[in-house]
């Protein structure tokens, strides 16, 4: 099945926030990105306890100060990561169609 980010049905849109960050929208941020000199820092909105993590990649930002939306911090260091990290954040993604 495409993903509903890759494909031309999803309403999706690029906010720029101006610099090097940038958020993901569709009804709300969903993602925000943040390019960094070796890896991309993702902010995904979402909370922690309800993301489901098998490789163990998400980070718990809850309670801490952060540039982001949501309790769920990625880093993407290599291309290898994409697909792990297209699966957390298709999950917030998701989650606007639900809340």
């Known amino acids: 099945m495409p993903s509903p980010l890759s494909s031309g049905s999803a309403k999706c849109g690029l906010i720029i926030n101006g610099g090097?960050?940038?958020?993901y929208k569709a009804?709300?941020?969903f993602v925000d990105v943040v390019i960094q000199n070796s890896r991309l820092r993702l902010a995904i909105n979402m909370k922690f306890a309800d993301v489901i993590d098998p490789k163990g990649?998400?980070?718990?930002?809850?309670?801490?100060?952060?540039?982001?939306?949501?309790?769920?911090?990625?880093?993407l260091d290599s291309l290898d990561m994409?697909?792990?990290?297209?699966?957390?954040i298709e999950?917030?993604?998701?989650?606007?169609?639900?809340?």
């Not at 090097?20 to 958020?23: G, L, P, Q, R, W």
């Not at 990649?57 to 880093?75: L, Y």
């Open 20 to 23: 090097e960050n940038d958020a």
């Open 27 to 29: 009804d709300t941020n």
């Open 57 to 75: 990649i998400c980070k718990d930002i809850t309670g801490v100060g952060k540039w982001g939306n949501g309790d769920v911090e990625v880093g």
């Open 82 to 88: 994409l697909d792990d990290v297209m699966v957390v």
């Open 91 to 99: 999950q917030a993604f998701r989650l606007q169609d639900v809340e």
